[in-house]
């Protein structure tokens, strides 16, 4: 049984490139979310997306455009990646908002 | 958002009792969780509590909820040297997001 599924888990870009983090969830939930973790700065959430076909702001989603294509899949893109943006992103899911989320394996981002 | 609350560090023998504490601030938290992370992996979900429970029991895990004084413990029993992990507390309000605290890096040590 997969979860969540996030690829890529490394990559390395410079700054002003463009990417796209990919997500996939095989545990049919409605609701699906980015995350970014910094050292000694917990989880911020950047997106939401609460069913298909909505898409929401979180804490901090400047500088980044996400798209839920489907109910499995949620993506993240950076459109002209900046040296602040190096960090750890974080897919998770949940059935509905009240219940648990849970998290794909990170995909560690440094920018150059 | 609001402020959640972590010790940064514990240590603790093989096979003692640890205790990692949290405290929060939003009195509106419905759920409040408990997750794990090893190093260089994702989240795992331990366990969570309900906001009108005061105490969880599962296996070596109890989660203690103190609601009038905002705080949350995690006692985890017999603790082992893979139980040796970061520690996340997180609140859950009534909107989407869940709130974290900075962790709580757990080291077991022989």
């Known amino acids: 049984n997969a979860g969540v599924t996030q690829t890529p888990k490394f990559q390395v870009l410079k700054t002003g490139q463009s990417m796209t983090l990919q997500c996939a969830q095989d545990?049919?939930?409605?609701?699906m979310y980015w995350y970014r973790q910094d050292p000694g700065m917990g989880l911020r959430l950047i997106y939401y997306s609460a069913s298909e076909g909505t898409t929401d702001k979180g804490e901090v989603p400047n500088g980044y455009n996400v798209s839920r294509l489907n109910k499995r899949e949620f993506s993240l893109r950076l459109e002209s990646a900046a040296p602040s943006q190096t960090s750890v992103y974080f897919c998770?899911?949940?059935?509905?908002?009240?219940?648990?989320?849970?998290f794909g394996d990170g995909t560690r981002l440094s920018i150059l | 958002g609001e402020d959640v609350e972590q010790s940064l560090f514990l240590s603790v023998r093989e096979g003692d009792s640890s205790v990692i504490n949290c405290t929060y601030t939003d009195s509106s938290s419905t759920y409040l969780y408990w997750y794990k992370q090893e190093p260089g992996a994702g989240l795992q979900l331990l366990t969570y509590i309900f906001s009108n429970m005061d105490m969880k029991q599962d296996q070596r895990l109890t989660v203690l909820l103190n609601k009038k004084d905002k705080h949350l413990s995690l006692r985890i029993a017999d603790t082992q040297t893979g139980d040796s992990a970061i520690y996340f507390c997180?609140?859950?309000?009534?909107?989407?997001?869940?709130?974290f605290g900075k962790g709580t890096s757990l080291l077991v040590t022989p």
């Open positions: 998770a899911s949940s059935d509905l908002r009240d219940q648990p989320q849970h």
């Open positions: 545990m049919n939930h409605n609701s």
């Open positions: 997180a609140e859950k309000n009534s909107g989407y997001a869940l709130n």
